[in-house]
């Protein structure tokens, strides 16, 4: 099993950053994909970026040029940094990650991100 740990969401005005953490733990396949979703209010998940273990990242064209995802592989800990944030960005973002050998996905409990005057 894998659990995941999301942290580092908030209230953050237009234009501002916030920073998501997600640390992994349990039996962790080396090769996998490590992604972040969002769920707004009445609409569905929906993915933000993913970053593979060998470091090819992929990204909404929403969130590109404002927001980078990253991995550290030793601390098996992913990363979003959110710039530039707009209201459009409120969500619960999620954590993801993708067993590429068996499928499986694991997800966190989500993070709450609210971007507001």
């Known amino acids: 099993q894998v659990q995941l740990e999301e942290s580092g969401g908030g209230l953050v005005q237009p234009g501002g950053s916030l920073r998501l953490s997600c640390a992994a733990s349990?039996?962790?396949?080396?090769?996998?994909?490590m992604g972040w979703y969002r769920q707004a209010p009445g609409k569905e998940r929906e993915l933000v970026a993913f970053?593979?273990?060998?470091?090819?990242?992929k990204y909404a064209d929403s969130v590109k040029g404002r927001f980078t995802i990253s991995r550290d592989n030793a601390k098996n800990t992913l990363y979003l940094q959110m710039n530039s944030l707009k209201p459009e960005d409120t969500a619960v973002y999620y954590c993801?990650?993708?067993?590429?050998?068996?499928?499986?996905?694991?997800w966190g409990q989500g993070t709450q991100v609210t971007v507001s005057s």
């Open positions: 993801n990650l993708r067993n590429v050998l068996t499928k499986n996905d694991y």
């Open positions: 349990g039996s962790i396949f080396s090769i996998n994909i």
């Open positions: 970053v593979t273990s060998g470091g090819v990242t």
